[in-house]
């Protein structure tokens, strides 16, 4: 088993539809959850960090479910320039070292 | 703040070939690290480095890969010799000491072994 497994996609919506990515990790003792938006031939970026209360940032919204071991990332009224590669990104690390696993990433694809 | 810088861009070799790869972090950033990412897969870590000590090597494949990070600045990564199944974008990233956060990646080398 993968440490870290998205649904690869694509996933092809249109304009302004809502949209949601989910992940699953194996280590039940993760010690912090990122998405990042990787564009096409370019690198990964920070889109935002996942919070066990979980977070909002403008139309992205981010959960995480520890018992589950799951995170998901929402987008709504989805826009042309959302259309990326989503990846989920867990710290398994221990103590003070950071150890940074990716998942294959979630292709979505906005179309007008 | 510059970012991540990485050269070269990009490199075409045949395989039993070596390469290199150099990379500046952003100034100040003691956590340095190198990924691996192969088309249609998401970055791998090769090997990580926390100043000028490395802290994870679990997946270098040690008998071709080798990294240096001499001074705790620039670091090189070198294959010695490629094989076909190395063609991959190679990823740059560093994060400042102790912060469990933000990764800053550089545009990365990519690679061709024919």
């Known amino acids: 088993r993968k440490e870290v497994e998205q649904d690869p996609g694509p996933f092809n919506v249109p304009e302004g539809a809502t949209v949601a990515f989910n992940c699953t990790y194996s280590?039940?003792?993760?010690?912090?959850f990122f998405w990042y938006r990787q564009d096409c031939r370019k690198e990964p970026k920070l889109l935002m960090s996942?919070?066990?209360s979980g977070n909002e940032d403008g139309r992205f919204t981010a959960q995480l479910n520890r018992a589950s071991q799951y995170i998901s990332l929402l987008i709504r009224d989805s826009k042309l320039s959302d259309s990326a590669t989503y990846l989920c990104?867990?710290?398994?690390?221990?103590?003070?070292?950071?150890?940074?696993?990716f998942g294959s990433g979630t292709k979505l694809n906005v179309k007008p | 703040e510059a970012g991540v810088a990485q050269s070269p861009r990009y490199k075409i070799i045949e395989k039993r070939q070596s390469v290199a790869f150099w990379c500046n972090p952003i100034?100040?950033?003691?956590?340095l690290y190198w990924y691996q990412q192969i088309l249609g897969q998401g970055p791998k870590l090769l090997i990580q480095?926390?100043?000028?000590?490395?802290?994870?090597d679990s997946q270098l494949p040690k008998d071709r890969f080798s990294a240096e990070r001499l001074k705790g600045v620039d670091s090189t990564l070198k294959i010695q010799p490629a094989k076909l199944e190395d063609s991959a974008v190679y990823l740059c990233a560093s994060s400042r000491l102790g912060d469990s956060n933000e990764q800053f990646f550089g545009p990365g080398t990519r690679l061709t072994v024919l």
């Open positions: 480095f926390q100043n000028n000590g490395v802290v994870d």
């Open positions: 996942v919070y066990s």
């Open positions: 280590n039940s003792a993760s010690q912090s």
């Open positions: 990104v867990v710290n398994m690390g221990k103590y003070n070292f950071n150890k940074f696993y």
């Open positions: 100034s100040g950033h003691a956590t």
